[in-house]
């Protein structure tokens, strides 16, 4: 890692000076493309004030306003597509009133050949949250990834930023305009599942830290509202069972939150082995969420099949959503009663908080059943979307909305997935670990050499029944390989 940050603080060096042996302004600016060579759909773009003034920036229909003092600048240039001339409009007001504009034309490469193409199969704007689809997508070689493709995509299905990386989950934005993603190197645990840790960094992919877990992070980061992180990890002879907490500033371990306590390690639920990763993987904890209105943790554990919410002090149980079987006399008092047993989750992912006490998750669906005679197939399965409303006076929960199953085992997904609730009451569901075998059926043998992978994208409304006014699509269409598309999670993002 010291050498990817090393390198970078040369590049940086070697900008400056080539910068500083000119005089740049606003009418004739330095640009660089892609400067920290992860990163070509962004640039940087440096010049120097006599006065403070007032800057817009026009790319295509994104649009950014930055309020400039006298002196050096460096600006981030963000939304080209790739393989065009693209035409960046600046507009420069100065605290004198006098005004002035330029032009900045940008040739962008295409993107590499491995990249999806993508499908926009409805596109209701009127309808759509605003924002773009940031999309933690890989390339997949069966269930291995073999090329990181983090992307954020518009209403018509353009890449506006892409992120060539080694990354494998987290790809968030952070509450100061930054974004945090897996570190570009491998824990060593559990091959290239787990990496080091994860760094921040800016659009144009310069890093500014490097947060490290001695035993690699696992799927999830979660920043906190006092800036610190939740991360999910394990430890020294568990897989993906513990959670801690990261301060900001120091970058050290300052909490943990060991589920094999929380919970029950012994309890047995899977009804077959083709699917779990490592023996030792009983929990497999995959997201989490804070809840701010009663300090408490959600998370979703794909292994156990449910969704726990604790206390984040004290780690009391509120209560855990997931199928009755199994639990023992400790934990039992905990797990709410389902109003209609149809609505139970399985192997899910992506906890919400709701309104008005509800909480949402995606529902992967696996197999639907820990008897293995009552066990789905893939082939009569689903996943969805859906969302809870919570009675802890009566011990119950019930299925208030859901989307997903109408549209039957075409986006059935045994792994990866995730939900997100909109401003406007909109629901963002990632469909991303779609399973086919070679000939397009669904399977869940995803350890199978022969499996494809399919990525969904659908924003709908939050009635019953939803719309859907957005869905795309990404999958190969070479039936002769195991190669495809996959994704863990999608959520609405600006620049």
């Given at each position: 890692?010291?050498?990817?940050?090393?390198?970078?603080?040369?590049?940086?060096?070697?900008?400056?000076?080539?910068?500083?042996?000119?005089?740049?302004?606003?009418?004739?600016?330095?640009?660089?493309?892609?400067?920290?060579?992860?990163?070509?759909?962004?640039?940087?773009?440096?010049?120097?004030?006599?006065?403070?003034?007032?800057?817009?920036?026009?790319?295509?229909?994104?649009?950014?306003?930055?309020?400039?003092?006298?002196?050096?600048?460096?600006?981030?240039?963000?939304?080209?597509?790739?393989?065009?001339?693209?035409?960046?409009?600046?507009?420069?007001?100065?605290?004198?009133?006098?005004?002035?504009?330029?032009?900045?034309?940008?040739?962008?490469?295409?993107?590499?050949?491995?990249?999806?193409?993508?499908?926009?199969?409805?596109?209701?704007?009127?309808?759509?949250?605003?924002?773009?689809?940031?999309?933690?997508?890989?390339?997949?070689?069966?269930?291995?990834?073999?090329?990181?493709?983090?992307?954020?995509?518009?209403?018509?299905?353009?890449?506006?930023?892409?992120?060539?990386?080694?990354?494998?989950?987290?790809?968030?934005?952070?509450?100061?305009?930054?974004?945090?993603?897996?570190?570009?190197?491998?824990?060593?645990?559990?091959?290239?599942?787990?990496?080091?840790?994860?760094?921040?960094?800016?659009?144009?992919?310069?890093?500014?830290?490097?947060?490290?877990?001695?035993?690699?992070l696992h799927h999830d980061?979660?920043?906190?509202?006092?800036?610190?992180?939740?991360?999910?990890?394990?430890?020294?002879?568990?897989?993906?069972?513990?959670?801690?907490?990261?301060?900001?500033?120091?970058?050290?371990?300052?909490?943990?939150?060991?589920?094999?306590?929380?919970?029950?390690?012994?309890?047995?639920?899977?009804?077959?082995?083709?699917?779990?990763?490592?023996?030792?993987?009983?929990?497999?904890?995959?997201?989490?969420?804070?809840?701010?209105?009663?300090?408490?943790?959600?998370?979703?554990?794909?292994?156990?099949?449910?969704?726990?919410?604790?206390?984040?002090?004290?780690?009391?149980?509120?209560?855990?959503?997931?199928?009755?079987?199994?639990?023992?006399?400790?934990?039992?008092?905990?797990?709410?009663?389902?109003?209609?047993?149809?609505?139970?989750?399985?192997?899910?992912?992506?906890?919400?908080?709701?309104?008005?006490?509800?909480?949402?998750?995606?529902?992967?669906?696996?197999?639907?059943s820990y008897d293995l005679?009552?066990?789905?197939?893939?082939?009569?399965?689903?996943s969805r979307g859906i969302?809870?409303?919570?009675?802890?006076?009566?011990?119950?929960?019930?299925?208030?909305?859901?989307?997903?199953?109408?549209?039957?085992?075409?986006?059935?997904?045994?792994?990866?997935?995730?939900?997100?609730?909109?401003?406007?009451?909109?629901?963002?569901?990632?469909?991303?670990?779609?399973?086919?075998?070679?000939?397009?059926?669904?399977?869940?043998?995803?350890?199978?050499?022969?499996?494809?992978?399919?990525?969904?994208?659908?924003?709908?409304?939050?009635?019953?029944?939803?719309?859907?006014?957005?869905?795309?699509?990404?999958?190969?269409?070479?039936?002769?390989?195991?190669?495809?598309?996959?994704?863990?999670?999608?959520?609405?993002?600006?620049?």
């Open positions: 890692m010291l050498e990817i940050m090393n390198r970078q603080q040369e590049i940086k060096e070697a900008i400056w000076e080539t910068y500083s042996q000119h005089n740049y302004t606003i009418q004739t600016p330095f640009f660089s493309l892609n400067p920290y060579q992860v990163c070509p759909l962004s640039g940087l773009l440096m010049f120097f004030l006599e006065q403070s003034a007032t800057l817009e920036i026009e790319v295509y229909d994104q649009h950014y306003a930055y309020e400039l003092e006298k002196g050096h600048q460096e600006l981030p240039i963000l939304g080209l597509k790739a393989n065009k001339d693209n035409e960046v409009k600046l507009r420069i007001t100065y605290k004198d009133g006098t005004k002035a504009t330029s032009n900045l034309n940008i040739k962008t490469s295409p993107l590499p050949e491995s990249y999806p193409a993508i499908e926009v199969r409805v596109s209701n704007k009127a309808q759509m949250e605003e924002g773009l689809f940031s999309l933690s997508l890989g390339r997949s070689e069966g269930v291995k990834t073999i090329e990181a493709l983090y992307s954020i995509v518009d209403e018509e299905g353009e890449v506006r930023w892409f992120y060539t990386g080694m990354t494998a989950h987290v790809f968030r934005k952070l509450k100061n305009g930054n974004l945090i993603v897996d570190a570009p190197i491998s824990s060593g645990i559990c091959g290239a599942y787990t990496s080091a840790g994860f760094i921040e960094m800016d659009f144009l992919g310069h890093i500014k830290a490097f947060y490290r877990l001695p035993n690699g980061v979660y920043e906190l509202p006092n800036g610190n992180f939740l991360a999910i990890t394990q430890g020294d002879e568990t897989k993906q069972d513990l959670l801690v907490e990261i301060e900001r500033e120091s970058r050290r371990i300052i909490k943990e939150w060991n589920f094999r306590g929380l919970l029950d390690q012994n309890r047995q639920t899977v009804i077959d082995k083709v699917s779990v990763n490592h023996p030792l993987d009983w929990l497999h904890l995959n997201a989490i969420v804070y809840d701010e209105g009663d300090n408490s943790i959600v998370a979703t554990s794909r292994n156990q099949s449910c969704m726990i919410k604790f206390d984040k002090d004290t780690s009391k149980i509120h209560w855990i959503i997931a199928p009755k079987e199994g639990w023992n006399e400790r934990l039992n008092p905990y797990v709410l009663e389902a109003m209609d047993k149809s609505s139970i989750g399985w192997a899910p992912h992506t906890p919400v908080i709701g309104k008005e006490g509800t909480v949402l998750m995606f529902d992967n669906g696996n197999f639907r005679d009552q066990a789905r197939h893939a082939y009569e399965n689903f969302e809870y409303r919570i009675d802890l006076e009566s011990g119950t929960f019930e299925k208030i909305w859901s989307y997903g199953e109408e549209r039957g085992n075409s986006l059935y997904c045994p792994y990866l997935g995730s939900i997100s609730l909109l401003e406007n009451n909109n629901r963002l569901m990632c469909f991303g670990g779609i399973t086919k075998d070679i000939f397009g059926g669904p399977t869940d043998d995803m350890k199978s050499n022969r499996m494809k992978n399919e990525v969904v994208i659908i924003e709908t409304t939050g009635d019953m029944p939803a719309e859907v006014v957005f869905e795309m699509a990404m999958r190969d269409r070479d039936i002769t390989r195991p190669l495809g598309y996959k994704c863990y999670r999608c959520e609405k993002m600006t620049f």
